[in-house]
């Protein structure tokens, strides 16, 4: 009885088989299901390595906003006129050594001397005086930057408390670092020729960067894991043996 159970699938099984196309369909689905075995991205695509995590496109990294358009030389007279403006007043008071309240004064100076002889002028030459108009700040414009400033001091503080606090030796080292290498460059430059190369390089790097993303990532992912192998070396010899604060307060009963 077993046997004649047996006998149809084994007859069904052998028509199956002369089919044509079942054999080449039955093993190219056993082998793509071999290949999904073994590929360990199977059919989504390879996570790309993208530098400081950025999942985002760069104009959105920056803001997404006008700012991020001028950084990005979207309107190449707009980030040519910003940039022009920032060289101007670089030259002005670095090279030939203005000062601040003096370049204030002397547009004041002149803008005031124009509107006045033009309002006087002007009647007897029978044309219009000029219009001036009224200008204030508002009041909500000035509050709301006060608290993004406010906002942003207090995260700032709060990371200086958090790093100060003993918890993250890594983060210790990189803000330590980092303030370093900041009172270098500060014995080189001053304050403003410091903030000018910083408008320059945040007119430059940004759209260099979205031009060459995919070379600069990759360059980025090999520098990353040969500093994460030399990190780890310094950390089994010297960091390890340095004693830590206390990680955790201990929790109240």
């Given at each position: ?16 088989e002369k089919i044509p196309g079942h054999h080449d369909s039955s093993s190219s689905s056993s082998e793509s299901d071999s290949d999904d075995k073994f590929n360990p991205f ?212």
């Amino acid at each position: 009885m077993a046997d004649h159970a047996r006998q149809p699938e084994s007859l069904i099984d052998k028509i199956v088989e002369k089919i044509p196309g079942h054999h080449d369909s039955s093993s190219s689905s056993s082998e793509s299901d071999s290949d999904d075995k073994f590929n360990p991205f199977g059919s989504a695509k390879a996570k790309v390595y993208r530098l400081f995590g950025r999942e985002k496109p760069v104009h959105k990294v920056l803001g997404g906003g006008k700012p991020a358009d001028v950084f990005l030389w979207r309107n190449k007279k707009i980030s040519a006129s910003v940039l022009g403006g920032a060289t101007a007043l670089w030259v002005f008071f670095e090279l030939l050594e203005y000062h601040l309240v003096t370049l204030v004064c002397h547009i004041l100076i002149l803008s005031l001397a124009v509107l006045f002889l033009w309002s006087n002028v002007s009647t007897f030459i029978n044309k219009s005086p000029p219009h001036i108009p009224q200008v204030g700040l508002p009041e909500d414009f000035v509050l709301e930057v006060v608290s993004a400033v406010r906002i942003e001091l207090n995260n700032a503080l709060a990371v200086l408390r958090d790093i100060a606090s003993g918890r993250d030796l890594k983060s210790f080292l990189s803000v330590i670092s980092g303030l370093w290498v900041l009172s270098i460059v500060g014995n080189w430059c001053n304050f403003l020729t410091l903030f000018y190369v910083v408008f320059v390089l945040l007119h430059t790097i940004p759209v260099l960067y979205e031009k060459y993303d995919d070379q600069i990532d990759s360059f980025a992912e090999k520098a990353m894991i040969e500093i994460k192998k030399q990190y780890a070396v310094f950390d089994a010899k010297v960091l390890s043996k340095i004693p830590k604060g206390p990680l955790k307060e201990k929790k109240k009963d």
